[in-house]
């Protein structure tokens, strides 16, 4: 799969090369990869009603192939097009916050192929905002397939370098869109049953219950999941997020961690990173670390922008083990969490 010549096109939202636009659409027709950008973090991107199509996808990435692909729309058609049924309360979230960096899960037509699902009757499905997906998923006239764009595992995308990095050589064609907007992942909702979060985002818990009466929150989102647990979502069952280096979550109160973090690293034997707050980075000036702040706790939107980014320059350091605060697992905090539990292999310590 590796070796490809790929296309590395810059685009700007403000002012599409239709041109561009076209010649991605054709790869996506003819059953190739384009990398884009969305909303949220960047896709890989494929004809989802296409199975050799979204087979590539898993290559690329190195992504197990039980974990299900999510479908991008750019029109309600194509909705009715590709899943059974749109309950009510579907149709309230739909009205509500798309386009945008949500994703419902129904129970899927029989035109959409197994390989995009996972193997599942469900299908993940999004309405993307970013006007290059939109323009993009337009012109290709199918719903377009895209997990994020890059290698399985790794930090996800915010930037077009990160895919370039991963992905040059594996895939058709990249659109750099620049950094996006959000940074984080879409919320994943199952709406087949009772409206469940299997997956947190910048739509919140609260923010999806002031539009529908109650939205349940999945077990496995801070949880480790079993092994014989068939994901509804992706990346619900494997290591995500992970930087190459190992990565240890400390919570418990500020003073505690700190503590906690500087007992740590005094007894390992090796180059230590600390990733902190704006409020807590003087709790670390005499530990013999390099330490790094996500950012101020009064804007958890700006923490949540940049998680991979530093995830990805943290690695880049090349220590041998990055010590990170946990943060309140509430609103936007608990979407952070997810990821950062996921990226450090469920290894928390509790203070």
Same mark, same amino acid.
């Given at each position: 799969?590796?070796?490809?010549?790929?296309?590395?096109?810059?685009?700007?939202a403000a002012n599409i090369d239709e041109t561009?636009?076209?010649?991605?659409?054709?790869?996506?027709?003819?059953?190739?990869?384009?990398?884009?950008?969305?909303e949220t973090v960047y896709g890989l991107g494929a004809n989802a009603l296409d199975a050799d199509a979204s087979k590539k996808i898993y290559e690329a990435k190195g992504r197990p192939s039980d974990n299900p692909l999510i479908a991008h729309i750019a029109s309600l058609d194509t909705l009715d097009e590709i899943v059974e049924d749109v309950s009510d309360?579907?149709?309230?979230?739909?009205?509500?916050?798309?386009?945008?960096?949500?994703?419902?899960?129904?129970?899927?037509?029989?035109?959409?192929?197994?390989?995009?699902?996972?193997?599942l009757d469900t299908l993940a499905v999004r309405f993307p905002s970013n006007k290059?997906?939109?323009?993009?998923?337009?012109?290709?006239?199918?719903?377009?397939?895209?997990?994020?764009?890059?290698?399985?595992?790794?930090?996800?995308?915010?930037?077009?370098?990160?895919?370039?990095?991963?992905?040059?050589?594996?895939?058709?064609?990249?659109?750099d869109g620049g950094e996006v907007g959000l940074g984080l992942e879409s919320t994943i909702i199952d709406v087949t049953d009772k409206p469940t979060i299997l997956r947190p985002g910048f739509i919140t818990q609260e923010m999806l219950e002031e539009v529908i009466e109650e939205v349940?929150? !999945?077990?496995?989102?801070?949880?480790?999941?079993? @092994?014989? %647990?068939?994901? +509804?979502?992706? /990346?619900?069952?494997?290591r995500h997020y992970a930087p190459k280096t190992e990565l240890v979550i400390v919570k418990g109160d500020a003073k505690g961690v700190a503590e906690r973090i500087r007992e740590e690293i005094e007894n390992f034997d090796g180059e230590a990173a600390i990733i902190t707050v704006d409020e807590h980075q003087s709790l670390y000036e005499e530990v013999d670390a390099k330490v790094v702040s996500w950012g101020s706790l009064e804007n958890m939107n700006a923490i949540a922008h940049?998680?991979?980014?530093?995830?990805?320059?943290?690695? !880049?350091?090349?220590?041998?083990?990055?010590?990170? @605060?946990? %943060?309140?697992? +509430?609103?936007? /905090?608990?979407?952070?969490?997810?990821?950062?539990?996921?990226?450090?292999?469920?290894?928390?310590?509790?203070?």
């Open positions: 799969m590796s070796g490809m010549n790929t296309e590395i096109v810059k685009v700007d561009v636009i076209e010649k991605a659409a054709d790869i996506i027709k003819n059953g190739g990869l384009v990398a884009f950008p969305t309360v579907a149709k309230k979230l739909i009205d509500k916050f798309w386009p945008g960096p949500m994703t419902l899960i129904f129970n899927k037509k029989p035109n959409v192929p197994d390989s995009t699902t996972g193997g290059i997906a939109m323009e993009l998923i337009k012109s290709s006239g199918v719903p377009i397939a895209a997990p994020s764009a890059n290698t399985s595992g790794k930090p996800s995308p915010t930037k077009g370098e990160h895919v370039i990095e991963d992905l040059d050589g594996k895939v058709d064609m990249i659109l349940e929150l !999945d077990k496995t989102l801070l949880a480790k999941p079993s @092994e014989d %647990f068939a994901p +509804k979502a992706p /990346g619900m069952k494997y940049q998680i991979f980014d530093a995830l990805r320059r943290v690695d !880049d350091w090349g220590v041998d083990i990055i010590y990170c @605060e946990a %943060f309140e697992e +509430k609103d936007l /905090g608990l979407a952070v969490m997810n990821r950062l539990t996921k990226a450090a292999g469920y290894q928390v310590i509790d203070v």
